[in-house]
């Protein structure tokens, strides 16, 4: 996928009143509340209330522009999965709540934007590959994760396939589950994902770290 910007081409006007993350940030909007179709120069000027001319400051074309749409994601939704699966924890509780930390924030990991593109994925075969290839680094991430708490290989790699695909199953249906109530649930979570039991001052633990990251503050 091309990075964001072309080095070669000259900064634009010093009164373009939309920035390259504008345009990006733009066509993500339109990507998750439209679908892939309305993501058009005319739509997206139309949204900035921009000239199109100025989409040309940063894209060669629309196709650049979705390479780099897709490089967002991959960026942002990804990394969140990869970066949360890799920090250092004391226990296997402590690394399970750090990547039920991306699941609690939409600055980390927005499910709607992942929907979008496995939507988009369905009409591209280029996308449908990197759908694929971010769901295996998702899940060799987890299961590195377990790894690194004494699980044997094919048992990490199980349970890095079921916590993931629960979750992304989790939003598949739309269960509208608040995150009040999601808290009630995150020791039984612990422990089945794990296999372990945690104590209670591990889940009470966890809740209170999910609780703040959710935004949740009884």
Same mark, same amino acid.
């Given at each position: 996928?091309?990075?964001?910007?072309?080095?070669?081409?000259?900064?634009?006007?010093?009164?373009?009143?939309?920035?390259?993350?504008? *345009?990006?940030?733009?066509?993500?909007?339109?990507?998750?509340?439209?679908?892939?179709?309305?993501?058009?120069?005319?739509?997206?000027? +139309?949204?900035?209330?921009?000239?199109?001319?100025?989409?040309? *400051?940063?894209?060669?074309?629309?196709?650049?522009?979705?390479?780099?749409?897709?490089?967002?994601?991959?960026?942002?939704?990804?990394?969140?999965?990869?970066?949360?699966?890799?920090?250092?924890?004391?226990?296997?509780? +402590?690394?399970?709540?750090?990547?039920?930390?991306? *699941? !609690?924030?939409?600055?980390?990991?927005?499910?709607?934007?992942?929907?979008?593109?496995?939507? *988009?994925?369905?009409?591209?075969?280029?996308?449908?590959?990197?759908?694929?290839?971010?769901?295996?680094?998702?899940?060799?991430?987890?299961?590195?994760?377990?790894?690194?708490?004494?699980?044997?290989?094919?048992?990490?790699?199980?349970?890095?396939? !079921?916590?993931?695909?629960?979750?992304?199953?989790?939003?598949?249906? +739309?269960?509208?589950?608040?995150?009040?109530?999601?808290?009630?649930?995150?020791?039984?979570?612990?422990?089945?994902?794990?296999?372990?039991?945690?104590?209670?001052? +591990?889940?009470?633990?966890?809740?209170?770290?999910?609780?703040?990251?959710?935004?949740?503050?009884?």
């Amino acid at each position: 996928m091309s990075k964001l910007g072309n080095p070669k081409k000259k900064k634009p006007p010093a009164h373009t009143k939309a920035t390259k993350q504008d *345009w990006l940030i733009a066509a993500r909007t339109i990507l998750i509340d439209q679908g892939i179709e309305r993501v058009k120069v005319l739509t997206l000027a +139309e949204t900035l209330e921009v000239s199109r001319s100025s989409f040309y *400051w940063y894209f060669k074309d629309r196709e650049e522009l979705l390479e780099a749409l897709l490089s967002h994601w991959q960026e942002t939704n990804t990394a969140a999965i990869l970066d949360q699966s890799s920090i250092p924890a004391s226990n296997i509780f +402590e690394a399970i709540t750090n990547l039920f930390e991306c *699941w !609690v924030d939409e600055d980390f990991y927005d499910p709607r934007f992942d929907f979008a593109i496995r939507e *988009w994925s369905r009409r591209s075969p280029t996308v449908r590959t990197a759908v694929d290839q971010a769901d295996e680094k998702r899940v060799q991430a987890i299961a590195a994760m377990f790894e690194s708490h004494d699980y044997v290989p094919g048992d990490a790699f199980t349970r890095a396939r !079921v916590l993931y695909f629960m979750q992304i199953g989790y939003y598949a249906i +739309e269960l509208g589950e608040t995150p009040e109530t999601r808290m009630l649930y995150i020791g039984r979570y612990l422990e089945n994902f794990s296999g372990q039991k945690p104590s209670d001052s +591990e889940i009470k633990t966890a809740v209170e770290r999910l609780k703040i990251r959710s935004g949740i503050t009884s």
